[in-house]
């Protein structure tokens, strides 16, 4: 895939986006009540298929939480839209790219 990212490598930025939520006493509620999942049941949500997708574009639709994100974790912005293009139900096209 030309200019995109490994599922691999999108998985560990999810989940380091994933932290950063989880973290931040402002957005970990919002998170919460957005997705409809309880803060117990996160472990098991994340394994299921596109809930890491969710948590990037939960962190795109923000961008001064993107900004942030992107600063704590030391990358480009960019680079979350790119991860979550390689994730399952990151884009419509997932499903014919593997």
């Given at each position: 895939?030309?200019?995109?990212?490994?599922?691999?490598?999108?998985?560990?930025?999810?989940i380091?986006?994933?932290?950063?939520?989880?973290?931040?006493?402002?957005?970990?509620?919002?998170?919460?009540?957005?997705?409809?999942?309880?803060?117990?049941?996160?472990?098991?949500?994340?394994?299921?298929?596109?809930?890491?997708?969710?948590?990037?574009?939960f962190?795109?639709?923000?961008?001064?939480?993107?900004?942030?994100?992107?600063?704590?974790?030391?990358?480009?912005?960019?680079?979350?839209?790119?991860?979550?293009?390689?994730?399952?139900?990151?884009?419509?096209?997932?499903?014919?790219?593997?």
């Amino acid at each position: 895939m030309q200019g995109g990212m490994n599922r691999e490598t999108a998985e560990g930025l999810a989940i380091q986006a994933l932290a950063f939520v989880a973290s931040d006493p402002q957005l970990l509620p919002r998170f919460l009540a957005i997705s409809g999942i309880e803060a117990a049941d996160i472990r098991n949500a994340a394994r299921e298929p596109g809930f890491l997708a969710g948590v990037l574009q939960f962190i795109l639709a923000h961008e001064p939480t993107l900004m942030s994100f992107a600063e704590a974790a030391g990358i480009e912005p960019a680079l979350v839209g790119k991860a979550l293009r390689a994730l399952p139900h990151g884009n419509d096209d997932y499903e014919r790219s593997t």
